[in-house]
């Protein structure tokens, strides 16, 4: 239920209700019917009542389309009595509290359409737990139920809610998403920086560098690509556009073609007109080629250096018909489908090239690291949550970015990410957990680096650490240690 909504048709209903008291109260109540006055005041009210009606209906139903209609009917008809000033709704600033409710009402719609875009989002994307098996790719072109469901509700997520923690719910989705993060982890753990497409005639465009992962997964990496770069994970930046086949759709068998302006065949020459600088002759390039170097066919003037001609121009000749000109016409050819059309025809794809956004770097750094250790750890036999809760001694629950048991053993994990090194103030809240739960090893990760001080914490009280912003390197370590006290 909306009671922005609500409370614009009750504001409406009291305005009626007091309108009519005063009234009454000052005139009486009189059965005129063939009043103009009487017939004026009668549409009006049961023109009120049904705005009033169906802003409810709006407001309990979270219709939007019933509050708009509510809204604007109020309106309209605060108009119509400010314009004919009628007896019975024309009490003091009763005009200002109609167009008032009005606009409440068509105020509210906006927020009913955000929420239930909303709701519907946060329904659909619900973080999945870690001890799950990773979607099984189904559907056309390789794309899981849950990615269907991502490009259903992005485009409203982009247009009509623009909230930043709807954007975090999509990267962590985008996390959880084996592929994905496999992406995001070789943006940060290698030298890659940035992802070009290559574009060859016999297959579609792809990137070299993610190539095996589309091969062991058997997903469409553009659209994982698309995805991330649309969440913000990713930067994408237009390096070309392709010309596509109207009909197929397909970019990798289009090619140009000339035709002669008048038979319209496409056996078509290409001829550069070149001009001898020494007597000023106009011959095509081939025309000055000599046995020994370059001859001018009006003078007889010979030479080695093609410096002594200069371009002019260039023309077309046709070697089915003889026509010469200077204008070819130009289409396009598919021959996925031989379908033949023109420029304006045709659709054009883009490509784009990628790199990591760096804005989001260490979240990213974070959710990759995290959710690689827990596959590597559920490789070996234990038992994740990301992340993870503990009671602790206290009987105080305490959350660590990871948790995971094997064999009756419970272990804790938390990381802490800085732009610069993870000082003190960063550790002494996981050591203080760490006391209470009393676990059979504790692990603190820092993301890139310790400082002195916080390194020498640990050491003293005897709290292993791993060090590093390689996703990779940093779950390898932390594997080990925890597998030595398992």
Not at 19 to 29: C, D, E, K, P
Not at 408 to 425: H, I, W
Not at 436 to 460: H, M, N, S, T, W
Request: charged share 25%.
């Amino acid at each position: 239920m909306r009671l922005v909504g609500l409370s614009g048709a009750i504001i409406l209903l009291a305005s009626i209700i007091v309108s009519g008291i005063f009234y009454v109260t000052a005139r009486g109540l009189a059965w005129t019917p063939g009043d103009m006055g009487f017939i004026y005041s009668s549409v009006l009210t049961i023109g009120f009542m049904i705005s009033i009606g169906t802003g409810l209906f709006g407001a309990i139903r979270e219709s939007e389309e019933f509050l708009i209609l509510a809204g604007t009917a109020c309106i309209v008809l605060a108009v119509l009595n400010k314009v004919f000033t009628n007896i019975l709704y024309s009490w003091s600033y009763m005009d200002i509290v109609f167009l008032l409710a009005g606009v409440i009402m068509i105020m509210d719609r906006f927020h009913v359409r955000r929420i239930k875009i909303a709701r519907k989002l946060k329904e659909e994307m619900a973080p999945t737990p870690s001890t799950q098996k990773p979607v099984v790719p189904a559907g056309i072109e390789g794309l899981t139920v849950g990615r269907k469901r991502i490009f259903g509700f992005r485009e409203g997520l982009r247009l009509d809610v623009e909230s930043p923690e709807l954007a975090d719910r999509w990267r962590m989705k985008l996390y959880h998403d084996k592929d994905a993060r496999e992406i995001v982890r070789r943006f940060l753990s290698s030298d890659l920086k940035h992802i070009e497409p290559d574009v060859k005639t016999s297959t579609k465009p792809s990137y070299p560098e993610l190539a095996d992962i589309e091969k062991m997964s058997g997903r469409d990496i553009q659209s994982i690509l698309d995805e991330l770069a649309e969440a913000g994970v990713l930067v994408g930046e237009l390096y070309e556009k392709l010309i596509t086949c109207p009909r197929c759709r397909q970019s990798s068998k289009v090619f140009l073609r000339s035709k002669c302006s008048r038979c319209d065949s496409r056996k078509v020459r290409k001829n550069r007109l070149m001009e001898h600088t020494d007597c000023g002759a106009i011959y095509k390039e081939d025309e000055y080629y000599g046995p020994g170097g370059f001859k001018c066919p009006r003078c007889g003037r010979t030479f080695q250096e093609k410096s002594e001609l200069e371009p002019i121009g260039v023309t077309y000749e046709c070697e089915s018909c003889g026509n010469v000109f200077n204008d070819p016409k130009q289409y396009y050819y598919c021959r996925s489908c031989s379908y033949e059309f023109q420029f304006e025809n045709c659709e054009l794809e883009d490509l784009y090239s990628y790199s990591l956004n760096e804005k989001i770097r260490p979240e990213a750094l974070k959710n990759v690291s995290v959710l690689s250790l827990a596959e590597i750890l559920e490789g070996a036999g234990f038992k994740t949550d990301t992340p993870g809760v503990l009671k602790g001694r206290s009987g105080v629950n305490h959350e660590f970015t990871l948790s995971c048991v094997r064999a009756d053993k419970t272990f804790a994990v938390d990381l802490a990410v800085s732009e610069g090194d993870v000082d003190l103030k960063m550790v002494l809240p996981s050591y203080a957990k760490f006391m209470d739960v009393g676990c059979e090893r504790c692990l603190f990760i820092a993301v890139p680096k310790l400082a002195g001080q916080a390194r020498e914490y640990l050491e003293a009280n005897k709290i292993p650490y791993v060090e590093g912003e390689n996703p990779t390197a940093i779950s390898i370590k932390a594997k080990q240690l925890l597998e030595s006290a398992a």
